[in-house]
Structure formats: C-alpha cells, structure tokens
C-alpha cells in the first residue's frame, strides 16, 4: 500500500538530520532535506520562510528499520510518543524525545524553531540573521538589535557593536562617534571640550580654558579723585574698554591738611566726605615768651608783664607771651581780634597788665551758625545787622549800642538794621526799629526784599 511505502532516501535525510541536530523545518520538501543532509551544513540552515514549495508530511510516517530482513509494522505507534503529542503545535510528549523531528519542546508544546521569535534550535541555532538570545531566534544586526556572531557583529556599515546591541552612534540621539571631540563655550568667552567614549556616549567636560578678564556686559565701578566714581564695561571678547571719566570728585583727599583761608598757624583737615571744614581747627605752632609787646604774623598777645630779663625800666609791659592763632575761640590781649575773628566780649585782665580803664582785653571767636552777637558795629561778610544795642559784655562804656547781632543772609525777605541792604537784595520798607538803636530821627533800620 501506499502508506506503507516510505522512500528510503527521506528516511535516511531525516535520520542524518535527527542524529546532528540539523534546524530542518516540517515544512521542507524531500528535495530541501536531501539538500541540507548533502550540505552537512548545520551552522547555516535553510530558512523556511523563503521556500515556496513547502510539503507538510503525514503525520502519520513510521521509519522502518535500517535491516529490510526485519519485519515492520507500521502499525504500531512509537512508544514514548502518545496520541495527540509530539507534533507541532501538540503537547510535548514524555520521555528522552518529547517532539517528532526537529521539533522542540517550549513551554510545554512542541514547536518548530529556528525563525524569527520561534525557540531556538539545538545548540542555540538559529536560521541566517537571526541570534539566539534568552532562548528565542531574534533579529540581530541592524540598529538597535543584539550583535551577531562572527566578525561581522552589524549589519549597518554606520553601527558598532557596543555592549551587546548595534548602535549608530552619532546619529541616535545622545550618541557620540566615538574618538570625537565636542567643543561648547564656558565662562567668560572661554572653552571647554569632551570626548566620545568607546560606548558611544559623552565623557565628563573638561575645564574651562581660555577665559577672559570679565563676564561680556558686566560694569565695574571704583573710586577715583576726591570722593568720585568712574566705571568701566566688559566688551563683547570678555576684555575690560577704558575707564570712564572721574565723575563726581569734590574739594580734597579725606584725612589731607592745608593752610589755606587759615592764618599762619593753623590748618583745616580734609573730612571723610572730600570737604574742606569752614573753620581752621589745627595748630602748626606753639607759644613762646618773647621781650617786647607785639607778636609775630599767626600769633596773639595772651598775657603782659614786666620782666627784669627784659631790662630795669618798665611802666606797664616789656614782656610778651604769644599764642598761635588756633581755635574757634581766643583770649587776647587788646581789643583788635586775629584776622577772621570776631570780639563777642571785653574785660579787664590781670594777665594783660595792671594798667585798665574800660577793658584791656577781648574774647575773640570765629563766626559760625545762622546768628551771633558780637562786640562791633557792624557784622562781617556773609551776615546782616538784626539788633544793636548796649551789652554790659562789651564794656563798661556805651552811649546808644556797642555789639551787633548778625544773622546769616538768607530767604526772600527779612529786616536789617541801618539803611543799607546786602548785594541781591534791595530796600522795599524803612522804619524806625527798637531793636537797631534807642536814637531814631526818621528810620534805623530796612526791610530787603530779594531781587
């Protein structure tokens, strides 16, 4: 019968293929495994996608024995191969050949193997492209996929193998050509480079070379000249332009000293804010004693008296002792003050002679404030008669006033004592005022108007 009649040479294919593991697929024709088994290629198997031919056998084939003397029943079914197992897509069978063929056991069914996500074949073998991994026939290769074996690892000319899986490096993103260098800017219009690692990715940034003087845009200020600023920017290239003009700089370098507006023994000292001081507060000289009764330029006659070192004949004075200049307040003796001092008092002085009417010596100061009295008639520059009148301070002797109270010019508007009203202003008002005098004919004192 028909059934019973098996070609002997697909009988020993098919025994050569069991013997070496060959990856045969069930659906090769008797030519595809006369062909692998003339091959003996086991390595590189027919991929049975391609084939066009395809043949599925009976299942119901029973290999005779080698011996054609021995008897065959075919019949009687395998022994360790049950109904409804052992074939693809059936339960594996027990025993030491749980699948017909080259069928494998996976997970419990018989399967075919070898093509793409099918179980590998024995030996790990899978059909051509395709690389065992974890037991299962994937495509390797290409970008992305697990290198193959051999010396060719990826397919792709622009690929590497790197740990295991092609990679284009430089063209998936976060990858790197490795050997290349990556450059970027840094602070201060310096730079900094990488490189690409042998894995495709970027190593650590180097240090920043290269670097300018300042940050492009950034201003910088310093002090220049008495109390000023200048400033200076940052041009484009990370370099300092020039500095700017001082601006700002006042009258002098704080802590500095000068004689000038002061007499000749005494100094004005340069505040914190770059200003001179309105008064001359330090002392250059010191006091002496001298025969005679008159003082040097700088200095005031401070006690009078007769002195035997001086010569025999005295009547009230022959020796002097001089005092600088110094101060906002002086004793002198006389009555004229120090340039720049005013006499805000007079009294009799023993130190200045015994020889005294009225007074013989004065307490001279200089003028500050916004007002002040002083023992004269009339009020220095910069100030303005408010009152006259008699001062028992400024002597014993007065018939209508002997001090003046001088008030600093300022405001629109205000009264001054006499006729006459300060450069600026002009006379808009007289009277007679109470305040300017006990004698009053037609008017003592001015109203002054600014302009």
């Known amino acids: 019968m028909r059934s019973r009649t098996i070609d002997a040479a697909l009988f020993l294919a098919l025994a050569a293929s069991v013997a070496h593991c060959a990856v045969v697929d069930e659906s090769m024709t008797l030519r595809d495994v006369r062909r692998v088994d003339a091959r003996g290629d086991l390595t590189n198997p027919i991929d049975a996608r391609t084939m066009s031919d395809v043949v599925v056998p009976p299942t119901d084939i029973v290999v005779p024995p080698t011996d054609s003397s021995e008897p065959f029943d075919t019949g009687t079914p395998r022994p360790d191969v049950g109904p409804g197992c052992g074939n693809a897509e059936q339960p594996c069978c027990s025993g030491a050949s749980p699948c017909t063929g080259i069928l494998v056991c996976a997970a419990g069914t018989c399967r075919t193997c070898g093509r793409s996500n099918e179980p590998c074949c024995a030996g790990n073998g899978c059909n051509s492209g395709l690389t065992c991994t974890a037991g299962v026939c994937r495509g390797c290769g290409g970008a992305g996929e697990s290198c193959c074996p051999g010396a060719r690892p990826c397919t792709d000319v622009a690929a590497a193998c790197v740990a295991g899986t092609c990679r284009q490096c430089g063209v998936e993103p976060g ?118 009764v008159v003082c040097p330029v700088g200095y005031h006659a401070s006690a009078l008296r007769c002195s035997s070192t001086c010569g025999s004949s005295c ?67 910069g100030y303005y008669p408010s009152a006259l009148r008699c001062n028992s301070l400024c002597g014993t002797s007065c018939v209508s006033y002997n001090s003046t109270t001088c008030n600093l010019i300022s405001g629109t508007s205000f009264t001054a004592c006499g006729s006459i009203c300060p450069t600026g202003y002009r006379v808009t008002a007289v009277r007679c005022n109470s305040l300017c005098g006990t004698s009053c004919v037609s008017s003592n004192s001015v109203t002054c108007t600014a302009g």
Do not use: H, K
């Not at 690409?196 to 492009?216: E, F, L, Q, R, V």
């Not at 002198?332 to 013989?360: D, E, F, H, K």
């Open 175 to 292: 990858t790197c050509v490795p050997g290349t260098m990556g450059t970027q800017s840094c602070a201060m219009c310096g730079t900094q480079t990488r490189m690409c690692n042998a894995d495709c990715s970027w190593g650590a940034w180097g240090t920043c070379a290269g670097a300018g003087a300042c940050t492009a845009g950034q201003m910088e200020t310093r002090a220049c000249g008495f109390c000023g600023t200048q400033t200076r920017r940052c041009a484009a290239d990370c370099s300092w332009e020039p500095w700017d003009t001082c601006a700002g700089s006042r009258e002098c370098m704080p802590g500095s000293t000068d004689m000038t507006m002061c007499g000749a023994c005494s100094s004005r000292t340069c505040g914190s804010d770059c200003r001179w001081p309105t008064t001359c507060s330090g002392c250059l000289c010191t006091a002496n004693t001298r025969c005679g």
């Open 315 to 381: 009547v009230s004075a022959n020796q002097v002792t001089c005092t600088p200049n110094c101060g906002n307040n002086l004793s002198i003796c006389g009555a004229v003050c120090p340039t720049g001092y005013v006499p805000t008092s007079r009294r009799c002085n023993s130190l200045c002679g015994t020889n005294c009417v009225s007074s013989n010596s004065a307490t001279c100061a200089l003028p500050t404030g916004s007002s002040f009295t002083t023992c004269l008639v009339g009020c220095p520059a």
